[in-house]
């Protein structure tokens, strides 16, 4: 999943199209009569919300109850909504229901034996006595863990619920829905079987020691919502500690995507990544890797920034992330806001909070400017704003064209990972990803409007963990031969994408 931000208030929501994941049906009984249905239909659509179904469930000779299924923009959506059909002569609202939270009951998973147990035959293969064969085989080969148990194809989802989407620190429990739904992707677009680990501790060198005493179920680690700085450290340790692959997605899913979409972006406005100068709002777990990412394609000019301005080596700090962005960007030494640094930019990349630029400020930019406002729900600028002047605007959303969706990363890559047997993610493999995304948009489809694949392209998953085994394969190769095709690191702890060791 992509950088988020906290909603904004009702009235910036106004102003955001209804959505699928705020769908509703009303229940309302009204008097019968000829023009009730009609009334009631009306009175929800010009409430502004799109209506996807009208079922009239119970009719007799006085009343009428109707069911109004409808999309709308967000919570104070729903209540003005209820309380515009309540305030009509006759009408009441009996129940609102949310698709979203009855899609959550029980939650979103569950777990199915893969081979039948039919009869005391299978019963002695899969459980005792049987299993202690394969249970002793494992003890003494422990590589074969991985062709007899699940491992070979499962990967744990850990968070500690510390940075959920644009919620922030509202700790496992609460997390748990979104890491569900990850798990739910990774099966869904990749036939991986992932977990959700929700941890119920903050501390680093916990969730370092449960994650590592949990690794041998698993093939590979995806680290998901955990808050910057110590999302790195705990990447770093586990990368240098554990002989299978760990994964911070909302660091380099992200980045993976970001550089897809922009190497398409730059077909359709026809310029060259190592001419094109980039800025980049927010330098937290996203920000860094989309900047590590993009030097490595060839991006030369970079300013990044925070919330108070440009990064440059008088005010790194002793951060060692901003130190690296620092030393790495910013050629030029710039010194100002972030407002002041877009004005003649090529690309704008954000990955920090909601409504911080207008479109005015977008105006400002080079010609055939490239924005991308990826704060979520509500992007750094209204999109339509940045369309008035940006040749391609892609967004996080996915009510928007060109939704940067880390989807298209995160299960292939894994797939890849596993296929392969990989004990370790390089900076290639990140790379090879995104050119596989890249590449998936044909020359003829390619427009300002479409510089990314659907998330349900069938096409993606497979070649993004085509190109990452490949990557696998040949590190692998080397490896056997004495030498390393791994791309060193120089960027900061826990940043890194480079290769890590491999105990086993």
């Known amino acids: 999943m992509t950088s988020d931000s906290q909603s904004g208030t009702a009235s910036a929501a106004s102003h955001v199209s209804t959505s ?14 000829h023009r009730t249905a009609s009334d009631i239909v009306a009175a929800v659509s010009a409430a502004g919300a799109a209506i996807t179904g009208v079922d009239v469930s119970e ?26 059909l309540g305030a009509l002569d006759g009408i009441t609202v009996r129940h609102v229901s949310d698709a979203t939270f009855l899609m959550h009951l029980g939650g979103k998973l569950e777990v199915n034996p893969k081979v039948p147990l039919r009869h005391r035959a299978d019963l002695a293969r899969a459980y005792t006595p049987g299993v202690a064969r394969v249970c ?9 863990a991985r062709r007899l148990t699940i491992k070979r194809n499962t990967v744990a989802v850990v ?23 990850k798990a739910a992707l990774f099966k869904q677009f990749a036939g991986v079987d992932a977990w959700p680990v929700c941890l119920d501790t903050k501390d680093t060198e916990e969730i370092i020691r449960i994650v590592k005493a949990i690794a041998p179920v698993y093939g590979g680690i995806n680290l998901e919502d955990i808050s910057a700085p110590r999302c790195f450290e705990i990447e770093r340790r586990l990368r240098d500690e554990l002989d299978i692959p760990v994964f911070h997605d909302d660091q380099h899913g992200t980045a993976i995507v970001v550089l897809a979409a922009l190497t398409n972006a730059l077909r359709v406005v026809d310029k060259a990544i190592g001419d094109v100068r980039i800025v980049v709002s927010g330098v937290g777990a996203a920000g860094s890797a989309i ?66 630029l207008t479109g005015d400020d977008v105006a400002t930019m080079a010609d ?14 209204d999109p339509i704003a940045a369309a008035q002047h940006a040749t391609v605007v892609a967004t996080g959303r996915s009510d928007y064209p060109n939704q940067i969706n880390n989807v298209l990363a995160f299960p292939g890559l894994f797939r890849g990972l596993l296929d392969a047997g990989a004990s370790e993610i390089t900076d290639e493999m990140l790379r090879v990803a995104a050119v596989a995304i890249a590449d998936a948009v044909e020359p003829r489809e390619l427009s300002a409007s479409y510089i990314v694949p659907s998330v349900f392209d069938a096409a993606v ?11 696998a394969e040949r590190n692998r190769a080397h490896r056997e031969r004495g030498t390393s095709s791994g791309t060193p690191s120089d960027s900061p702890s826990g940043s890194s994408s480079g290769p890590a060791r491999s105990h086993g």
């Open 20 to 33: 699928p994941s705020y769908s509703i049906t009303l229940r309302v009984e009204a008097p019968s009569g």
């Open 59 to 84: 009719s007799g000779a006085d009343r009428l109850v109707v069911d109004i299924t409808a999309d709308t923009v967000d919570s104070a959506h729903v209540e003005r909504i209820r309380d515009s």
């Open 136 to 144: 002793l085989a494992i003890a003494e080969r422990p590589e074969d």
């Open 159 to 181: 968070t500690d619920g510390t940075a959920v989407l644009g919620l922030g620190d509202i700790g496992p429990a609460a997390a748990l829905p979104v890491m569900e739904g």
């Open 291 to 356: 900047i590590r990412l993009l030097q490595g394609q060839g991006a030369r000019n970079i300013v990044a920034f925070d919330r108070k301005g440009a990064v440059h080596a008088d005010n790194a700090g002793e951060d060692e992330t901003r130190r690296w962005i620092a030393s790495t960007t910013n050629p030029d030494g710039f010194a100002g806001s972030l407002r002041e640094g877009l004005a003649g930019a090529d690309v704008f990349v954000g990955v920090s909070g909601p409504n911080i």
């Open 368 to 381: 055939d400017a490239i924005v991308f406002a990826l704060a979520n729900p509500t992007p750094e600028v």
């Open 461 to 471: 998953s497979p070649n993004v963990a085509r190109a990452v085994a490949e990557v």
